[in-house]
């Protein structure tokens, strides 16, 4: 293991068809005043808003509510939910969503007790500040599996007016307290949430399994991580409904980004940099901004890091390598990953996303430059990549 690093991860889950039980066990230790956070309606159609204010009036709380919370939430709808966390004067956020609501509720959180002379998007996503003022807890309810946010201290906010789409990865005191996670809150995902989901998943084991060279157990957690991904992801795309298969894939995808699998580790994260570039210009579906980008990323910065590729290749895609050389192998390894992408349905370019080529100098001064990968991109590498991907 790499460096001295400490773990500790504070969100209390509850997993199963009964987790929303968990909200009774949850709520009296919160004060009265709770305002619950969610998007753009569909909890409800399902029913699931319903449930939850069953309960919140049950445990006796003034609710209050910040709807239509959209994909990509926008600076400028945080501004109205730190006005509304202020009116309600807030004692625990609720947030009722996929990783859009629980990034929101998050931001918000840290934002509420802020001195108003201080703009929450220069301080957290421009200059990175850590908190210091009094934050109010967050608890989260996920009807859409992928990000990983309600396990972690990630809040991804889009500022549209600067085409800048940024994540603040925050501290464990952040971290939801509490997340619920019912596999069947899930099955009423469109088709093509569920698999941008199952991809953002995928992505996110990848960047931090593609850095390094040094022997290290997390690679080992991360490779059955994806078998186990692979394998439920080929059975929900064909039966959305199948219990079992939904409930690996929530599962996977709250340690795949639950701080667990980089402890002792680099990392890379170039592909979401990429990703979120194309987002702040498209406002496309997060899990697509990186299926569009990953092949050709992968394949331009192969060669920097031919071992681990080839070990990808032959432990999660079960390539044969008898008589190859490391490169065939690698690449026989690529080309599995993209046809099975193809296979479940995901966009392998990003001109169905709506970029085009008078776009790509744009999003490249958008991209953020990470180093943790086997290369270090310059301007020029991220145009050849964007290039390639179109
Ligand atoms: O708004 P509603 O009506 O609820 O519809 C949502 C939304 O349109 C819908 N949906 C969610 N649950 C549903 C459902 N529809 C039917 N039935 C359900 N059960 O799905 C759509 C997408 O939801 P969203 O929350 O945007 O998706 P996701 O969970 O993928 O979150 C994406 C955001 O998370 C950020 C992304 O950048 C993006 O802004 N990320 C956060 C991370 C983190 N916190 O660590 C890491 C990720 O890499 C990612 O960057
Ligand atoms: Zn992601």
């Not at 007016?161 to 899930?186: A, C, M, R, W």
């Not at 026989?332 to 099975?340: F, P, Q, R, V, Y």
Request: charged share 20%; proline share 3%; glycine share 8%.
């Amino acid at each position: 293991m790499l460096g001295n690093f400490t773990y500790s991860n504070p969100t209390k889950l509850y997993f199963g068809k009964d987790a929303l039980d968990g909200l009774n066990e949850e709520l009296p230790k919160y004060g009265k005043n709770v305002l619950l956070i969610y998007g753009g309606g569909s909890i409800k159609k399902n029913g699931i808003y319903d449930d939850v204010i069953n309960i919140l009036k049950a445990n006796g709380k003034n609710i209050f509510e910040d709807a239509g919370v959209m994909p990509n939430p926008t600076y400028d709808k945080l501004l109205e939910g730190i006005e509304r966390a202020r009116t309600a004067k807030a004692d625990l956020i609720l947030a009722v969503g996929g990783g859009s609501v629980c990034d929101y509720a998050k931001a918000v959180s840290v934002s509420v007790n802020l001195n108003k002379d201080i703009d929450a998007w220069d301080k957290y996503y421009i200059r990175f500040d850590d908190v210091n003022c009094p934050i109010v807890p967050v608890g989260c309810v996920l009807t859409m599996v992928g990000t990983g946010s309600e396990m972690n201290g990630g809040s991804v906010i889009t500022n549209t007016k600067q085409k800048l789409k940024i994540g603040h990865v925050f501290g464990d005191n952040v971290f939801p307290k509490f997340s619920i996670l019912n596999p069947e809150y899930t099955f009423t995902l469109p088709q093509y949430q569920m698999i941008a989901g199952i991809y953002d998943i995928m992505s996110h084991i990848l960047e931090q399994y593609f850095s390094g060279t040094d022997d290290n157990t997390s690679d080992y957690i991360m490779e059955g991580l994806l078998k186990s991904l692979i394998n439920s992801a080929n059975v929900a795309v064909k039966n959305p409904t199948d219990y079992t298969a939904r409930s690996n894939i929530m599962w996977i995808a709250t340690w795949a980004l639950n701080t667990l699998v980089a402890k002792g580790k680099t990392t890379d994260w170039e592909v979401h940099m990429l990703g979120q570039a194309v987002g702040a210009h498209t406002n496309a579906t997060h899990g697509m901004t990186l299926s569009a980008v990953s092949i050709p990323y992968y394949k331009y910065i192969m060669p920097y890091g031919l071992d681990k590729f080839v070990r990808y290749a032959v432990n999660v895609w079960g390539i044969d390598e008898k008589d190859k050389s490391k490169e065939e192998i690698a690449l026989e390894g690529l080309e599995s990953m993209k046809n099975w992408l193809k296979q479940i349905g995901l966009v392998l370019n990003l001109t169905d996303l709506g970029v085009t080529k008078d776009m790509i100098e744009n999003i490249a001064d958008s991209t953020l430059i990470m180093e943790g990968g086997y290369k270090v991109l310059d301007r020029q590498d991220i145009i050849s990549i964007l290039k390639a991907s179109l």
